[in-house]
């Protein structure tokens, strides 16, 4: 029992990755930048805010949704071990222990690329659940699936949040097809998932009365300014949250009001925007129950039971 953690990622990786997106999103067209580099302390700081303003209500949806269907869902999968991809803190699985009624859960295996956010959840959840065996994996949950150790019994693949929608088309299928592959007949994926609903309440949840979100979108060019000794000036960035029907999803764009350019030094690099250009930071694909479903069976996954209360849904799904 206690806490034990594999590494797959170290600094140099992640410095070195970061590298690789910044070089790479900032020299096309359109300008991008991954939303994984919101995260570093000030961002994560920042969208614990976000998630208790009264615009945003996904959070709330799903830890209301697990309060309400958890009893249920690990009735129905009995599992002996959780698995949680893009961990965190433990709020979400603090819900899922105290849903348990008898089989009880033996390990709890996170995986999350921040080691430091893994230990303090596990310290956390020990206090409380001495008995547990913490197996974290330190890694990029879309390269690191294949290092999550063996199962240890009946295996519950937790991956809330509705992160699943910030992956195009061909990365969530890539990631559902490795999800996949962890899961044995008696297993079973438990997926949260943000529902197509009306512009308004979308549009609100993503530009928030406070600007909150607006500071967390131009903290990723903070991240990029320390990381990479670069000089953008994130005030002088307007944040833009776009509906993109087509696509089924919300667009977090940071706009340039006028021309400007800025020099990433470690990668001597200038990047140069027109007035008008943008930086697309993030992509929240929203689901029907039909796509959802859809998508899973690309992946080789059948719907089992959905729960939602109309703006959000948990679906839990198994191996075909």
Request: proline share 5%; with cysteine.
């Amino acid at each position: 029992m206690g806490y034990h953690a594999d590494v797959h990622v170290d600094g140099a990786q992640l410095h070195e990755a970061l590298a690789d997106d910044v070089r790479r999103g900032l020299s096309g067209r359109p300008k991008s930048l991954p939303p994984k580099y919101f995260y570093d302390a000030t961002g994560s700081a920042l969208f614990q805010r976000i998630t208790r303003l009264p615009e945003y209500y996904l959070t709330r949806a799903e830890h209301a949704l697990l309060d309400r269907y958890a009893r249920a869902i690990l009735g129905d999968a009995r599992p002996e071990e959780i698995v949680e991809l893009g961990a965190g803190p433990p709020a979400k699985l603090r819900r899922l222990l105290a849903a348990v009624n008898g089989v009880p859960v033996r390990r709890y295996v996170p995986v999350d690329v921040d080691a430091g956010t893994l230990a303090e959840s596990a310290r956390a959840l020990l206090r409380d659940h001495p008995d547990l065996d913490i197996h974290a994996v330190v890694g990029d949950f879309e390269r690191h699936l294949a290092r999550v150790p063996p199962p240890a019994g009946r295996r519950l693949l937790a991956f809330l949040g509705s992160t699943i929608g910030n992956l195009d088309a061909p990365a969530r299928q890539r990631l559902l097809g490795e999800v996949r592959r962890l899961l044995g007949d008696d297993d079973r994926l438990l997926l949260g998932v943000d529902l197509v609903k009306n512009l308004a309440a979308l549009h609100a949840a993503y530009a928030d009365a406070e600007g909150v979100t607006a500071e967390f979108n131009r903290n990723i060019l903070r991240v990029v300014n320390r990381e990479l000794r670069a000089d953008f000036r994130p005030e002088a960035f307007r944040h833009e949250a776009r509906w993109n029907d087509a696509a089924s999803r919300i667009e977090m764009h940071l706009a340039s009001p006028e021309r400007q350019t800025a020099i990433v030094k470690d990668l001597d690099m200038v990047v140069a925007l027109e007035a008008g250009e943008t930086i697309w930071t993030e992509s929240c694909h929203k689901f029907t129950r039909v796509s959802a479903e859809t998508m899973l069976a690309k992946a080789g996954l059948a719907l089992v039971s959905w729960h939602t209360d109309g703006t959000y849904a948990l679906a839990v799904a198994a191996a075909r």
